[in-house]
């Protein structure tokens, strides 16, 4: 029974992986999705931060950048290491959004395939409950006929002999 289950398991395993392939091959759609943005309160305090603000601290001098209001001027131009250093941040954030999307979009095929082998399952259930019910009652009505066919025989068995014995 182990085995069977297990080798059931494997088999559902497989056609979840096979729709799943069959959704990354889909094409995206025309809107990708976009994670909802933070609140500038909401945002946590990174160790960039967190070493700016002890260096201010120490010294008497005070950094910029170490809030939102200190950002510098957009027309006074920022450095090419700056700008890199912002661009790959950003394309990180979109990987981890992407990969996500796709673990997200994992779950939904995973849900709806389990949700469709339950709907199955519970199908072949009623099936066979319904068969069991149905053989139960032909062998009511067999068991009841043999019955009615034996005692019929007997009581003609029993007629024929007093018949020869009289």
């Known amino acids: 029974e182990r085995e069977q289950r297990a080798m059931q398991e494997s088999?559902?395993?497989c056609r979840i992986q096979a729709v799943f392939r069959g959704h990354k091959a889909r094409p995206p759609p025309e809107e990708p999705v976009r994670p909802p943005r933070r609140k500038a309160w909401e945002v946590e305090e990174t160790?960039?931060?967190q070493q700016l603000r002890s260096l201010t601290e120490n010294t008497d001098r005070h950094l910029?950048?170490?809030n939102k209001l200190d950002k510098p001027d957009p027309e006074a131009g920022e450095s090419e290491w700056r700008k890199k250093i912002r661009r790959r941040a950003a394309s990180k954030k979109t990987k981890r959004y992407k990969k996500e999307a796709r673990h997200y979009?994992?779950?939904a095929v995973q849900t709806v395939a389990r949700g469709a082998m339950a709907r199955r399952a519970y199908k072949l259930m009623r099936w066979n409950?319904?068969?069991v019910k149905e053989v139960q009652a032909v062998t009511r009505i067999q068991s009841t006929y043999r019955g009615h066919h034996m005692r019929a025989r007997m009581a003609k068995a029993v007629y024929d002999a007093q018949y020869r014995a009289a």
């Open 47 to 49: 160790d960039w931060h």
């Open 64 to 66: 910029a950048g170490l």
């Open 105 to 107: 979009a994992a779950l």
């Open 11 to 13: 088999l559902a395993a």
């Open 129 to 131: 409950a319904r068969q």
